[in-house]
């Protein structure tokens, strides 16, 4: 894809790439697979929160998100406040040259207009609205392509929010009921588009699992952790919330063993990984080993080498409804259950603040009893999000790449979510 002058188009992808939280970067590889296939001459670099990361995976340049390495670690000093506070300035004019040297900035996927999980103001939020408010400024198109949101009632990031997404040149939404919190949050959502989530545009891993039922003796159980600790609401009852979790999940993984089941922990993040160590720790069991997963290719094949997937992780529970490997959600929030029922397992979700691993054990069983009919519902529904992310794609190119017809044009092609 080249300019209507003929020099390549300078594409800018923003966001928490590369700073080990694997969904992020799930979403990122999609969009650079769309980049390669659809717009093969673009010029790609990155702003992102681990650019050497970044840079030696994708081979593309990487700017560091922000001027204070800080940044993400409490500030109890005065030199590491007036940092922070010196930062923000700095970033202001970061941020602003690096949009201006791009035609189109594009954020992939992620939950960049939510507060599901503990989350400060000053922090992406602000980043987000420099991005955006930069993108106006200076004529860049800046695209919010697949994104997560929900209803904030924290005012400063609420604020924030709203303002990042009104100044955005395109918005689409993972799903229905991120577009309806952007409208009750005062964004006009009237052209809006809803898809699927970037990470089913991945390759879909090989599987050898039988159609049928599950085979005698039953195989390995997944279980996706995290080190949940409530939401950006639940401060006070943060580690309240986290003892609950993990005492639950922990007794659903022993009880597991003692059915003599192998069990294989996930982790989608990096923070997570203590979870699994204390569960390994508690249940201290052969049976149950942790998976060294660097990418969500690695958590689909996993995933698929499985009976059953049980997860807490957004997108833990994506890599196995792609894999098509039957799933119970450990939700955490309205998107974990939007995602099984459109996928066609609704029925299959437990809260992860009160996870009772009796009743949760009886889920998983009914879950297993059901496996091949989940498996040709999962089957079919990942044809209709391959469809529907293409219509995603194609979209995008028409509303904010120069060459297309509509260029210029913010939200030029209204598509409604596919049935």
Not at 224 to 250: C, K, W
Not at 379 to 407: D, G, I, K, S, Y
Request: hydrophobic share 45%.
């Amino acid at each position: 894809m080249t300019t209507t002058e003929g020099n390549p188009v300078r594409v800018g992808v923003f966001g928490l790439l590369g700073s080990g939280n694997l969904g992020n970067d799930g979403s990122f590889e999609a969009l650079l697979g769309y980049l390669g296939a659809e717009h093969p001459k673009a010029v790609v670099d990155a702003l992102c929160g681990g650019p050497e990361v970044v840079e030696r995976r994708y081979r593309i340049p990487a700017t560091r998100l922000h001027w204070y390495r800080g940044e993400y670690r409490t500030a109890s000093r005065a030199g590491a406040m007036a940092g922070k506070g010196l930062g923000k300035l700095v970033d202001a004019v970061r941020t602003a040259a690096w949009v201006r040297r791009h035609e189109v900035v594009i954020v992939p996927g992620m939950g960049v207009l939510e507060a599901t999980l503990p989350l400060r103001p000053w922090g992406f939020p602000y980043s987000l609205f420099l991005l955006c408010a930069s993108g106006r400024l200076f004529g860049t198109r800046v695209a919010l392509v697949g994104v997560g949101a929900d209803a904030i009632r924290d005012r400063p990031t609420r604020v924030l929010v709203r303002w990042s997404a009104r100044l955005a040149a395109y918005r689409s939404y993972r799903d229905a009921l991120s577009r309806d919190a952007m409208r009750r949050m005062g964004v006009d959502t009237a052209r809006d588009e809803v898809h699927p989530d970037l990470a089913f545009a991945l390759p879909a891993p090989r599987t050898s699992a039988p159609p049928g039922p599950v085979p005698s003796p039953p195989g390995p159980v997944c279980v996706g952790v995290m080190a949940f600790h409530g939401g950006n609401d639940d401060r006070a009852r943060a580690e309240e919330i986290h003892r609950r979790y993990l005492d639950g999940t922990t007794r659903f993984v022993r009880a597991l063993v003692e059915d003599g089941r192998p069990v294989r922990l996930l982790t989608g993040d990096e923070v997570d990984r203590p979870v699994a160590a204390a569960i390994l720790d508690a249940v201290d069991s052969p049976l149950v080993t942790a998976a060294e997963a660097d990418s969500l290719a690695d958590l689909m094949t996993e995933a698929a080498a499985a009976d059953a997937v049980v997860a807490t992780r957004y997108h833990n529970l994506i890599c196995a409804l792609k894999a098509g490997t039957p799933t119970l959600a450990l939700s955490y929030a309205a998107k974990s259950d939007a995602l099984m029922a459109r996928m066609g397992l609704g029925a299959y979700c437990h809260p992860a603040r009160e996870v009772d691993a009796d009743r949760l054990l009886r889920q998983f069983r009914a879950l297993e009893r059901s496996s091949a009919q989940l498996r040709q519902t999962l089957a079919e529904q990942n044809r209709v999000a391959t469809r529907q992310l293409a219509h995603q794609f194609a979209a995008l190119t028409a509303a904010v790449f120069p060459a297309a017809p509509a260029a210029g044009h913010a939200h030029a092609h209204a598509y409604r979510e596919a049935p």
